[in-house]
């Protein structure tokens, strides 16, 4: 099926739109995509900004139907790097990968999507091309795409003690049979546990039962183990202070779900 080009006015709209998002404002730019598309029903250049108001709503599957027909759109590299970065979310680290070289391969100065294959190579276990990618993200965007902070394993271990000596004595008091384990990344294996998948830039993770689902002849320990994930931590820490305070909420964060607390209790108690 052939689309006709999009109008001016329409394409102005469409502007406004990219700039909703850019602002944050994820369901007037829902509102106004609606609008559009009831006009010009899955058209290519529609369908790849429902695509990305998807992904922004943290629906990946949607994201990637939206995708299926935009293949056309005025924006090829576009296109490939919303398809690689839904299948990243999606722990489909292959298929991103294989989209974000194609995205690279239309427009290779995507700062963003040279930190999204470094992204997928970490997971694929290619540290060096990580690294590469990482790089020339942020020769070309080092505002939008910094390169991680960096700090030794014993360095990012004696923070994490740290920062759970600073914790609320209610939270301490959690943590005594619960073990804090540090680990790279969060394996394809826990991503995919769920359904939807688990988001790959994930900061912790409690894995077990909360203490509503335990039994009395439960033995010590039973419950599960609280993990955090150094790469996401150093990624989205500036420095160090930011970073203590990242490993502090996130254990917060995970003992809250240890305790049965849902979203909402958790921003009560202060744990979100």
Same mark, same amino acid.
């Given at each position: 099926?052939?689309?006709?080009?999009?109008?001016?006015?329409?394409?102005?709209? *469409?502007? !406004?739109?990219?700039?909703?998002?850019?602002? &944050?404002?994820?369901?007037?730019? !829902?509102?106004?995509?609606?609008?559009?598309? !009831?006009?010009?029903?899955?058209?290519?250049?529609?369908?790849?900004?429902?695509?990305?108001?998807?992904?922004?709503? &943290?629906?990946?599957? !949607?994201?990637?139907?939206?995708?299926?027909?935009?293949?056309?759109?005025?924006?090829?590299?576009?296109?490939?790097?919303?398809?690689?970065?839904?299948?990243? @979310?999606?722990?489909?680290?292959?298929?991103?990968?294989?989209?974000?070289?194609? $995205? #690279?391969?239309?427009?290779?100065? #995507?700062?963003?999507?040279?930190?999204?294959?470094?992204?997928?190579?970490?997971?694929?276990?290619?540290?060096?091309?990580?690294?590469?990618?990482?790089?020339?993200?942020?020769?070309?965007?080092?505002?939008?795409?910094?390169?991680?902070?960096? *700090?030794?394993?014993?360095?990012?271990?004696?923070?994490?003690?740290?920062?759970?000596?600073?914790?609320?004595?209610?939270?301490?008091?959690?943590?005594?049979?619960?073990?804090?384990? *540090?680990?790279?990344?969060?394996?394809?294996?826990?991503?995919?546990?769920?359904?939807?998948?688990?988001?790959?830039? #994930?900061?912790?993770?409690? *894995?077990?039962?909360?203490?509503? @689902?335990?039994?009395?002849?439960?033995?010590? &320990? $039973?419950? &599960?183990?609280?993990?955090?994930?150094?790469?996401?931590?150093?990624?989205?820490?500036?420095?160090?202070?930011?970073?203590?305070?990242?490993?502090?909420?996130?254990? @917060?964060?995970?003992?809250?779900?240890?305790?049965?607390?849902?979203?909402?209790?958790?921003? @009560?108690?202060?744990?979100?």
């Amino acid at each position: 099926m052939s689309y006709d080009t999009l109008s001016e006015t329409e394409w102005e709209q *469409v502007n !406004r739109i990219w700039g909703l998002l850019d602002d &944050g404002e994820l369901e007037r730019a !829902r509102l106004e995509l609606d609008d559009l598309l !009831r006009r010009r029903p899955g058209h290519p250049d529609l369908r790849i900004v429902d695509a990305s108001i998807a992904l922004d709503e &943290g629906d990946a599957e !949607r994201g990637l139907a939206a995708l299926r027909g935009a293949e056309r759109s005025a924006d090829p590299a576009l296109f490939f790097h919303l398809r690689a970065l839904a299948a990243y @979310q999606l722990a489909r680290f292959e298929e991103a990968r294989a989209d974000a070289e194609r $995205a #690279l391969a239309v427009h290779p100065d #995507l700062a963003e999507t040279h930190e999204l294959l470094s992204l997928v190579l970490e997971y694929l276990g290619d540290d060096a091309g990580a690294r590469v990618q990482a790089e020339e993200a942020a020769e070309l965007d080092p505002e939008l795409c910094p390169l991680p902070l960096e *700090v030794t394993d014993d360095e990012f271990d004696t923070i994490v003690e740290k920062s759970l000596r600073e914790l609320p004595a209610k939270v301490r008091k959690e943590l005594a049979e619960i073990p804090v384990l *540090v680990e790279p990344l969060p394996s394809r294996e826990v991503l995919t546990a769920e359904d939807p998948a688990l988001a790959p830039d #994930l900061l912790g993770l409690f *894995v077990g039962r909360h203490l509503l @689902q335990r039994h009395h002849d439960d033995l010590p &320990g $039973a419950p &599960g183990s609280n993990y955090l994930f150094r790469r996401n931590l150093l990624r989205a820490s500036a420095d160090r202070e930011e970073l203590e305070r990242e490993i502090r909420i996130t254990v @917060q964060h995970e003992v809250g779900h240890l305790l049965g607390l849902d979203e909402d209790d958790l921003e @009560q108690w202060g744990l979100a």
